[in-house]
């Protein structure tokens, strides 16, 4: 049996750009500057680097890379195409020292690469979630560590707010049997919730919480029903939230083994990581191949530099 990583553009720089744009440009090459689609070359000078065209409307060059992820990067393509599918196939993720030592890159650009395929992996989808006859779950969790209680310009921004210990706080919702999303909040007053909820869900689908959820939030949707965790109650017939505590199990599995320590300007980029896994998981008939190439599909218009990787939300 043949090995995956064994594929030519994991290894070969030009078989990777022709890759990439067999992928970007499935009707051919697009220029970035213009957006013409006629008169554009391939420019085969001896000197001249893999994968350039020049487009003759607007004479300039550029390749694939523009407008993308991967725009002003040093960083070989296939090393890119090798950190997205390792990415892609790791259900807990990859920390930014083991993608380091496996692609022989430092760790400060193993940990930006990181970042910009989190970035790619964020969903364009926001259509609501569930629909007639289709069950949404959803819940809240907090992640952080004592860390964030040390940290005294951490603490000075959580001063007066509420939430054990000072944590980020999460809410996903699941529509079982199909996707999930996830989204950092501020706060999980019975407002924000309801706004999240109506912002990511159909309201003619059944919603199922715990107790937590007000109940004039139920109201909106086709049904609500909830399972009382404060008294052991888990399942009720098919009343349960264990689909969405499902999810929260392996991402906080990948944040406290893998990755073990995130900061909260940085926590939804892990997020988006963690819904692209499952909503591209192989219930859903979604390889680990077809996975990085749908991760490959969100890398156009997502430029993110050094600098706003590490400006607060």
């Known amino acids: 049996m043949k090995s995956v990583i064994s594929d030519k553009h994991f290894h070969d720089e030009a078989a990777a750009y022709k890759w990439v744009e067999a992928r970007v440009w499935p009707e051919g090459p697009i220029c970035?500057?213009?957006?013409?689609?006629?008169?554009?070359?391939?420019?085969?000078?001896?000197?001249?680097?893999?994968?350039?065209?020049?487009?003759?409307?607007?004479?300039?060059?550029?390749?694939?890379?523009?407008?993308?992820?991967?725009?002003?990067?040093?960083?070989?393509?296939?090393?890119?195409?090798?950190?997205?599918?390792?990415?892609?196939?790791?259900?807990?993720?990859?920390?930014?020292?083991?993608?380091?030592?496996?692609?022989?890159?430092?760790?400060?650009?193993?940990?930006?690469?990181?970042?910009?395929?989190?970035?790619?992996?964020?969903?364009?989808?926001?259509?609501?979630?569930?629909?007639?006859?289709?069950?949404?779950?959803?819940?809240?969790?907090?992640?952080?560590?004592?860390?964030?209680?040390?940290?005294p310009k951490m603490k000075a921004r959580r001063r007066g707010k509420p939430g054990p210990g000072g944590k980020a706080r999460i809410m996903t919702l699941v529509e079982r049997g199909?996707?999930?999303?996830?989204?950092?909040?501020?706060?999980?007053t019975n407002e924000s919730m309801r706004r999240v909820l109506l912002e990511n869900a159909d309201r003619k689908s059944r919603l199922m919480t715990d107790e937590g959820t007000s109940p004039s939030t139920g109201l909106l949707f086709a049904s609500h029903e909830t399972v009382k965790h404060g008294a052991k109650e888990y399942a009720r017939g098919d009343v349960t939230t264990n689909t969405v505590e499902g999810f929260f199990s392996v991402f906080k599995r990948g944040m406290r083994g893998t990755y073990q320590h995130c900061a909260e300007k940085h926590l939804q980029r892990y997020l988006y990581e963690f819904d692209f896994r499952y909503n591209n998981r192989i219930a859903l008939g979604v390889n680990d191949v077809t996975r990085a190439e749908n991760a490959l599909k969100g890398v156009v218009g997502k430029r993110l530099t050094y600098r706003t990787v590490n400006q607060r939300d």
Request: charged letters at 25%; aromatic letters at 8%.
């Open 32 to 151: 970035p500057h213009c957006g013409g689609v006629d008169r554009i070359s391939p420019m085969k000078g001896k000197s001249t680097r893999v994968g350039v065209y020049k487009c003759y409307q607007c004479r300039k060059p550029f390749t694939v890379k523009v407008g993308t992820i991967f725009e002003s990067s040093h960083v070989p393509l296939r090393h890119w195409l090798q950190a997205i599918f390792l990415l892609s196939s790791s259900k807990k993720g990859i920390s930014s020292n083991q993608l380091a030592r496996t692609l022989g890159c430092t760790l400060k650009t193993a940990w930006f690469i990181s970042h910009r395929v989190r970035e790619a992996m964020k969903g364009t989808n926001l259509s609501p979630l569930g629909g007639e006859g289709k069950i949404i779950e959803s819940d809240e969790a907090y992640w952080g560590g004592k860390d964030v209680d040390t940290d």
């Open 178 to 188: 199909g996707h999930a999303r996830s989204i950092k909040m501020n706060d999980l």
